[in-house]
């Protein structure tokens, strides 16, 4: 079956970095796309950044461009986001979810927490 | 950025209700719209992608209509285990904007 684990959460001060990761089982991993999509404590669902199945594409939302960027390695079926200059508006709940393009994002991890704070 | 807006943010509804939530575009997005469902605590779940296409699994008292800038997810008989808060989300282009959910609760 499907499975994404998130993991890399975890307190950090302002300014600070942090590495998200996402291990994908049960599927074929190279042929997604895959996602990460957010979630601030209380808040709506905001997407992050993408990356096509080849790494031949990549986006961003305006919100983390410049400071978070996306990448995979398809031999070891995994997802990563890295985040730089970290603010306090970074702090959410962060989920990684496969892709089917435009057909919407049918399966996600349980979600890694990111709290940025002095 | 396409702007997603939901409608109503919150609903109360009786087991059995017939429920509709709306969503619209400020631009259009052709049929590229996808319906999430999330519990508390919980991952969103897929519903409707292509804005009428039931996801697999998904139960067949959900159902997704419309194109260009409005569309509806419409819960034909609400059930228990459909109270939770629903998003919409485009995905014709980047970035891939949600609505800012539809809370739907216990009356």
């Known amino acids: 079956q499907v499975q994404l684990v998130e993991s890399g959460g975890g307190l950090v001060k302002p300014g600070g970095s942090l590495r998200l990761s996402c291990a994908a089982s049960?599927?074929?991993?190279?042929?997604?796309?895959m996602s990460w999509i957010r979630q601030a404590p209380g808040k709506g669902l905001e997407w992050v950044s993408y990356?096509?199945?080849?790494?031949?594409?990549?986006d961003y939302a305006d919100s983390v461009k410049g400071r978070f960027t996306i990448s995979r390695d398809n031999a070891d079926n995994s997802l990563y986001l890295q985040m730089n200059s970290l603010t306090a508006d970074d702090t959410a709940v962060y989920y990684c979810?496969?892709?089917?393009?435009?057909?919407?994002?049918?399966?996600w991890g349980q979600g890694t927490l990111v709290t940025v704070s002095s | 950025d396409i702007q997603m807006t939901q409608s109503p943010s919150s609903l109360s509804a009786s087991v059995g209700d017939r429920v509709t939530i709306s969503c619209r575009a400020s631009?259009?997005?052709?049929?590229?719209l996808n319906w999430y469902q999330q519990k508390p605590g919980k991952a969103p779940k897929l519903l409707i992608y292509?804005?009428?296409s039931l996801q697999s699994g998904v139960p067949s008292r959900f159902s997704g209509h419309g194109s260009a800038t409005d569309f509806t997810l419409t819960i034909s008989s609400l059930q228990p285990e459909d109270f939770a808060t629903y998003y919409c989300?485009?995905?014709?282009?980047?970035?891939?904007?949600f609505g800012q959910g539809t809370k739907v609760e216990i009356k």
């Open positions: 979810a496969r892709d089917r393009n435009a057909a919407g994002s049918d399966y």
């Open positions: 049960g599927f074929t991993f190279s042929d997604y796309y």
């Open positions: 990356i096509s199945s080849l790494s031949t594409l990549v």
């Open positions: 631009e259009s997005v052709r049929t590229y």
């Open positions: 292509s804005a009428s």
């Open positions: 989300q485009q995905s014709y282009r980047t970035p891939r904007t």
